[in-house]
Protein backbone atom coordinates (compact mmCIF):
# COMPACT_ATOMS: atom_id res chain seq x y z
CA UNK A 1 0.00 0.00 0.00
CA UNK A 2 0.89 3.58 -1.09
CA UNK A 3 1.64 6.19 1.87
CA UNK A 4 2.35 8.73 -0.50
CA UNK A 5 0.68 8.75 -3.93
CA UNK A 6 2.41 11.52 -5.31
CA UNK A 7 6.01 10.50 -5.03
CA UNK A 8 4.71 6.34 -4.99
CA UNK A 9 6.68 6.03 -1.60
CA UNK A 10 5.41 2.73 -0.10
CA UNK A 11 4.44 1.82 3.61
CA UNK A 12 7.24 -0.64 3.82
CA UNK A 13 9.31 2.51 2.11
CA UNK A 14 8.23 4.61 4.99
CA UNK A 15 9.20 1.78 7.92
CA UNK A 16 12.63 0.59 6.63
CA UNK A 17 13.54 4.87 6.38
CA UNK A 18 12.19 5.39 9.58
CA UNK A 19 14.51 2.57 10.89
CA UNK A 20 17.48 3.75 9.16
CA UNK A 21 16.45 6.93 10.52
CA UNK A 22 16.45 5.83 14.09
CA UNK A 23 12.71 6.98 14.27
CA UNK A 24 13.57 10.89 13.32
CA UNK A 25 10.44 11.57 11.34
CA UNK A 26 11.90 14.95 10.03
CA UNK A 27 15.12 13.36 8.88
CA UNK A 28 12.86 10.35 7.26
CA UNK A 29 10.64 13.00 5.70
CA UNK A 30 13.16 15.33 4.33
CA UNK A 31 14.98 11.96 2.88
CA UNK A 32 11.60 10.55 1.14
CA UNK A 33 10.45 14.44 0.26
CA UNK A 34 7.13 13.62 1.94
CA UNK A 35 4.74 15.95 2.21
CA UNK A 36 6.79 17.65 -0.81
CA UNK A 37 3.63 17.64 -2.92
CA UNK A 38 -0.12 17.73 -1.61
CA UNK A 39 1.08 16.70 1.87
CA UNK A 40 -2.06 14.28 2.68
CA UNK A 41 0.19 11.87 3.21
CA UNK A 42 2.38 13.55 5.75
CA UNK A 43 -0.62 13.80 8.63
CA UNK A 44 -1.17 9.75 8.09
CA UNK A 45 2.60 8.86 7.76
CA UNK A 46 2.92 10.90 11.29
CA UNK A 47 -0.43 8.90 12.61
CA UNK A 48 1.32 5.87 11.62
CA UNK A 49 4.67 6.53 13.33
CA UNK A 50 2.75 7.51 16.44
CA UNK A 51 1.13 4.65 16.90
CA UNK A 52 4.17 2.43 16.57
CA UNK A 53 5.87 4.49 18.89
CA UNK A 54 7.47 3.17 21.77
CA UNK A 55 6.62 6.16 23.68
CA UNK A 56 2.90 5.25 23.20
CA UNK A 57 2.87 1.90 24.45
CA UNK A 58 5.09 2.79 27.72
CA UNK A 59 2.04 4.99 28.66
CA UNK A 60 -0.20 2.06 28.20
CA UNK A 61 1.58 0.07 31.43
Request: proline share 2%; with cysteine; hydrophobic share 35%.
Amino acid sequence: MYACICHQITEKELEETMEQSHGNVNEAVRKLNLGGSCGICLIDALEKVAAKSPAKDSKKQ
